[in-house]
């Protein structure tokens, strides 16, 4: 498995709650992604990063906001949760080659009740 | 804009039996790559098999093979020898080659489940 890890793996938060999903890589890739999947459905992307200090929305309109301060980690924010985005959240990074594979991160699992 | 279509939501297929799952894409680029990614229930997302749409010859991974058509766009999946570990939520996705920014585009997905 790729070395792509995301804490916590499951999260239930009262509304209005501030929470962050971390994700770090261990393969220096500078390219990040987090992605944002209901049950059985297709991904949709809500933010990518380029590399230290680059990020940009992504195709789904998203609440969330992230950070890039290191290479190998792309945390993402909620400052106040809500029932809509209860959803699971993942993280993926690729490196700068023709390959353009991406590793996927296990997911965070988040429910706002 | 690139789009990607998976139209069967689910498949099932018996242990030992061949399946094949079905993906359209649609793009005005030429250089480009697909590819196909498997989700098992609670596990990571991985690659499974690419086509760079440069190559005719269609890409071949152990029991995983894929019938690649670019006048079509068409880009199916084909899992010979389906064993149970193959159950697991599949996913086409499509990147524009030749940039360094690119970003992969996904289809909906197709649930396969592997039966004894």
């Known amino acids: 498995e790729a070395d792509i890890y995301q804490t916590p793996r499951y999260l239930v938060i009262g509304t209005g709650k501030k929470i962050t999903l971390e994700c770090s890589q261990t393969m220096g890739h500078d390219k990040m992604y987090w992605y944002q999947q209901d049950p059985g459905m297709e991904l949709h992307l809500i933010h990518y990063?380029?590399?230290?200090?680059?990020?940009e929305k992504g195709d789904l309109s998203s609440e969330s906001t992230v950070s890039r301060i290191r290479t190998e980690h792309f945390p993402l924010t909620l400052e106040s949760a809500r029932p809509s985005h209860t959803s699971q959240y993942l993280c993926?990074?690729?490196?700068?080659?023709?390959?353009?594979?991406?590793?996927f991160g296990p997911g965070t699992r988040l429910t706002v009740t | 804009a690139q789009t990607v279509t998976q139209s069967q939501p689910e498949m099932s297929v018996q242990e030992a039996e061949t399946v094949t799952l079905s993906c359209t894409y649609d793009?005005?680029?030429?250089?480009?790559?697909l590819f196909w990614y498997k989700q098992p229930p609670s596990r990571q997302m991985i690659l499974v098999i690419r086509q760079e749409a440069y190559k005719q010859q269609n890409a071949t991974e152990n029991r995983f093979s894929v019938n690649f058509q670019k006048a079509a766009k068409s880009f199916s999946l084909k899992i010979s020898d389906s064993q149970l570990g193959d159950t697991a939520m599949y996913f086409c996705?499509?990147?524009?080659?030749?940039?360094?920014?690119?970003?992969?585009?996904f289809g909906q997905g197709t649930i396969l489940t592997v039966h004894p």
């Open positions: 793009t005005s680029e030429n250089n480009y790559y």
């Open positions: 996705a499509f990147i524009v080659g030749g940039t360094s920014y690119g970003k992969l585009t």
């Open positions: 993926a990074s690729s490196e700068y080659s023709p390959s353009y594979e991406q590793y």
């Open positions: 990063s380029y590399g230290v200090n680059s990020t």
